[in-house]
């Protein structure tokens, strides 16, 4: 039977991705994913099939995949970050119940969370939440009451998607929630192109991020009540030290 | 200026670690960590300096790495999973400021949110909340208003430290707060031992997951309002289809 690996590639460097997720590209001779992430690494295997759809095309990318599967030979579906968030393996799982003769694996890989934290110093330390600010299939009222969850219950808070175009305003709009229970002087830090080229990082107070400007390539580190910049780094002690 | 790198080696398999993280392992001539996953990477690399501390013992752990890099040799701090969650980097980024002729290096790792939601197919497909059942560092009521939090507001949910020799009950009580207010059909999943000998998984309605006995080597996954079963597998949409 053969196989779809939906493989996570890290954010960017081919270094963050897994030995795991190397073998995948050298085993499979179908390689298929967005445009932007299949040139990234078509200069390494020469000798592969690639096949690529433009964004929003994830159904038709994923269809594709079961179809050169169904040829009979090993599929390598790519994404960057970890394909199990908010990346392709949830849509191949749903759609594979259209090709029962087609396996699936899911190869994990270094999200942006990870990845961006590493860059920061170790906002992660203690409990946190993940929210994506676009709205395009989920409703702003949803994303509006998780951002107010989690700040209230003092989560560590990492935004994916926080900016684009057309949601200029999206993470003013997110800060000014969270800044309802959390003081403007609240460590925060924004990371962009992680792991790539130009990558580059700001540490600043939540007030601040309130009035920045950042792009789609950008993750963004709200701190809890504890995380504190510490030589230029945004760091979340692992406890409370009052307990 | 000799360097700490401290270094996610993944939730187990070799396969699993990055190919940065190899790199570091062959680079360092000092590798320190805690003694389980030493003993993981011992045989691999028969002519470094493999240094541990018991559990527990982070802080003396950190401070030996300090001081075998003050000696002017790279050191590789390893963790299993991602060193910069709930990991070592935090308290390394603390303990760096009393050393500052040594520098510091995060280099993420794949962490068990990762690695056992491929295991279960595509449970963090949307907006998720992480968060450690243990109350070794944190006043068990934070634990209690951060799962009402994230259930009353529909993040998947990923509770990591679920259960322990003195915490049975924990898993149970955990669930009793995400009742209130999720229902007991509610998907979830447990996985053990990801990525090493043995490694197991289960999908199981919230209703059984609160009746289940886990150990410390597992994760738990609880699904948002939208998660299904799905040929065996955990997915949530990445959306909602009613937006």
């Known amino acids: 039977m053969s196989k779809i690996y939906v493989t996570g590639l890290g954010p960017g460097a ?21 445009t932007v992430y299949i040139d ?28 050169e599967a169904e040829k009979g030979q090993d599929v390598a579906m790519v994404c960057s970050g ?6 392709m393996a949830g849509l191949i799982c749903e759609i594979g119940k259209d090709y029962p003769d087609v396996g699936i694996e899911i190869v994990p890989g270094i999200t942006a969370a990870s990845g961006g934290a590493a860059v920061l110093g170790a906002p992660l330390m203690h409990d946190f939440a993940v929210i994506s600010l676009s709205d395009l299939l989920t409703p702003w009222e949803k994303i509006e009451s998780r951002l107010r969850a989690a700040a209230e219950s ?26 309802e229970s959390r003081g403007a002087e609240t460590v925060c ?23 920045t400007q950042v792009d789609m390539f950008t993750t963004v580190f709200i701190g809890n009540s504890n995380t504190m910049e510490l030589n230029g780094r945004m760091v979340t002690p692992r406890g409370y030290k009052d307990v």
């Open 14 to 34: 081919a270094d963050q991705m897994t030995v795991q997720a190397q073998k995948v590209l050298e085993q499979c001779p179908v390689i298929i994913g967005y």
């Open 40 to 67: 990234l690494i078509r200069g390494q295997y020469p000798d592969k099939i690639f096949l690529s759809t433009p964004m929003r095309k994830e159904a038709d990318r994923c269809r594709l995949a079961f179809e």
């Open 82 to 87: 970890d394909a199990g968030i908010y990346g």
């Open 154 to 179: 003092d989560f560590v808070i990492c935004l994916y998607n926080p900016s684009s175009r057309k949601r200029a305003d999206y993470l003013a709009k997110a800060c000014d929630i969270i800044l």
């Open 189 to 211: 830090g924004t990371v962009r192109n992680i792991g790539r080229e130009g990558e580059s990082y700001e540490i600043l107070p939540l007030g601040r991020l309130r009035d």
